[in-house]
């Protein structure tokens, strides 16, 4: 894959001004927006190995997002372990959560597939909520304390915001290099043609669990940042409905690109705040749109674009990843 | 004994059906094998087995002396088979290329890790990958096609990509399922030179076909299946002679001519 010059000149500008933002935003909220926004995108570049790679539509997203925070928090609080140690291990637990999911449920398929995994999805948080010798139960984890690097804390979202954009680009170019190669290649395959696939020599239940695993250890990364950001987590947050909202998400940005489910997680971080005005018809308007966006933009918006481009012969206009 | 696939015994029930009943076939090294038979005789069901998507429900599959009947088809596509199938199954939203690439994957090896941090030994066989890929293009005439969607390709393109696709695997035996399938005159004098030119690479094929043209002209041998048995299987005179061989395709009581290029009808 060869990098286009102009691209790449796109590229550097938008990450310029993602790293200004913390020194040109002052009201609290927009900043933990953006935070939210990184998260969220966070989530959805994780399903976007599922969904939209290898075709395995998975509605347990918010559980590894939440088996991470727990994780991530409980060894902070209860154990003393600083952020940087926390986050790994809570990636790499929530990586063998997935892993231990996918394993049993490789045959499901389509809707089966679906709701096992949103089976799982109310499990997690039924255990979290009961499991209250542990989790602290309904009450939620307080004081999850910030990062920090000798003195220098991140105690606020201005700060912790270049912890997100650094987590998000690192985790870009991860997803960019897997896709280009032979093991994104043999996932898109399995979307395309299981049988196929199988027969030019894949070993598809090990790809597939490739897929859970990569997606729950996304999940486990925005996890961890996002109780250290907050603080503050409890159990309701992770609820089905957000692994549905985080599907929505890549459906917007467009299901198989990587800049689309970038896209996908900030747009509806933000939408709710822009829509603010509408109060309770937000949610009948939210409904409608999800229903247009399915008719009428099946692609998302990288989709919409792409094909624009194509249509007009114009390859060059179509975004690299 | 040079064969390198050997089905012995084989039988497959579907439910109450049975579906093959006590095949035994062939296939010797560098020979091109025919399967013939009318509709639902069982060819794609007996390749099927060979390549692993069902499990025979008796008898054996060996390939190169090793059994391979109860194996996954990745598995047995390492082993060394390669497989075309009769309606298309490509991966129509990646690029011609990237759907030839596709087939090396048994043959390399870079894993999660590799990838990641994209070492030095991940890019050159990645390199690779795309060379040889272009390599097997090329050899079918696809080439200029490359970064071409496969769903974008005309019908007889699509066909000639999946065999492209399986030579990628580098297979030492290659299953094709009815090639020529919805291709008109010319397109099958083109498939034909192509397997002439792959059992030239040392590659033995099995083929299922239903153009009598091309069966006749490119097989060494000749096998044929009717209601799930073989009932012939010998080269082209043999079987065109076939008494039984003949009634499976065009029914009873029509009295034959046999002359020294065919068959005709009384």
Not at chain 1, 288 to 302: E, H
């Amino acid at each position: 894959m060869r990098a286009n010059r102009t691209w790449l000149t796109i590229g550097g500008v938008i990450l310029l001004i993602l790293c200004l933002l913390p020194q040109m935003i002052t009201a609290r909220y927009a900043m933990h927006l953006f935070n939210l926004a990184g998260i969220f995108a966070i989530l959805t570049l994780g399903l976007n190995f599922l969904w939209g790679w290898t075709g395995l539509l998975s509605m347990a997203t918010a559980a590894f997002w939440g088996i991470g925070s727990y994780t991530s928090a409980l060894l902070a609080v209860e154990l003393g372990i600083s952020f940087w140690l926390a986050l790994p291990a809570a990636a790499l637990f929530t990586t063998l959560c997935g892993v231990i999911m996918g394993y049993p449920i490789l045959r499901l398929r389509g809707h089966y597939l679906a709701m096992a995994t949103l089976g799982f999805n109310i499990i997690v948080v039924l255990v979290i909520i009961n499991w209250d010798t542990f989790t602290h139960g309904g009450d939620g984890i307080t004081g999850i304390p910030s990062p920090a690097i000798g003195s220098f804390v991140f105690d606020t979202d201005n700060k912790f915001f270049y912890l997100i954009l650094a987590a998000l680009l690192l985790l870009i170019i991860a997803a960019v290099r897997i896709k280009h190669s032979r093991l994104g290649r043999a996932l898109q395959a399995i979307r395309e043609s299981e049988i196929a696939a199988e027969t030019m020599g894949i070993h598809t239940h090990y790809l597939k669990i490739l897929a859970f695993a990569l997606s729950a250890f996304y999940s486990g990364v925005a996890g961890s940042l996002y109780a250290h950001v907050t603080m503050y987590i409890s159990p309701d947050i992770f609820n089905f409905l957000e692994s549905a909202r985080i599907l929505v998400m890549l459906l917007i940005g467009g299901s198989g690109s990587i800049i689309g489910a970038v896209l996908g997680g900030f747009i509806l971080t933000f939408l709710p705040e822009a829509l603010r005005f509408m109060a309770s018809w937000y949610m009948a308007v939210f409904g409608a749109g999800i229903i247009v966006l399915i008719v009428y933009m099946p692609a998302g918006i990288t989709g919409l674009l792409t094909n624009m481009a194509r249509r007009r012969g114009r390859e060059d206009l179509v975004i690299p990843i | 004994m040079d064969d390198i696939l050997r089905l012995q015994d084989i039988g497959k029930w579907f439910g109450g059906l049975e579906a093959l009943h006590a095949v035994e076939l062939t296939v010797g090294k560098g020979e091109i094998v025919a399967l013939i038979g009318p509709n639902g005789s069982g060819k794609t069901t007996l390749l099927n087995l060979i390549n692993g998507i069902y499990t025979p429900s008796s008898g054996r599959i060996f390939f190169n002396g090793t059994q391979i009947s109860g194996l996954t088809p990745h598995e047995i596509t390492r082993q060394g088979i390669g497989r075309t199938f009769q309606t298309i199954r490509l991966f129509p939203e990646m690029p011609v290329k990237d759907n030839v690439m596709v087939g090396r994957h048994c043959r390399t090896r870079a894993g999660i890790l590799s990838v990641v941090f994209r070492t030095g030994a991940m890019k050159s066989e990645e390199h690779g990958i795309e060379e040889r890929a272009l390599q097997e293009l090329k050899f079918l005439g696809l080439a200029d096609q490359a970064a071409n969607l496969a769903r974008n390709l005309p019908y007889g393109d699509q066909r000639l990509l999946e065999m492209a696709r399986a030579l990628a695997t580098n297979p030492t035996l290659l299953l094709l399922d009815e090639p020529a399938a919805g291709m008109n005159e010319a397109e099958t004098k083109v498939l034909m030179d192509f397997i002439g030119k792959i059992r030239d690479r040392g590659i033995s094929i099995l083929l299922v076909e239903h153009d009598m043209n091309l069966v006749m002209s490119i097989s060494d041998r000749i096998a044929v299946l009717n209601f799930g048995k073989k009932i012939a299987d010998g080269d082209k005179s043999a079987i065109q002679s076939n008494q039984e061989v003949i009634e499976a395709y065009l029914g009873k009581g029509i009295r034959y001519a046999h002359s020294g290029s065919g068959v005709g009808v009384l």
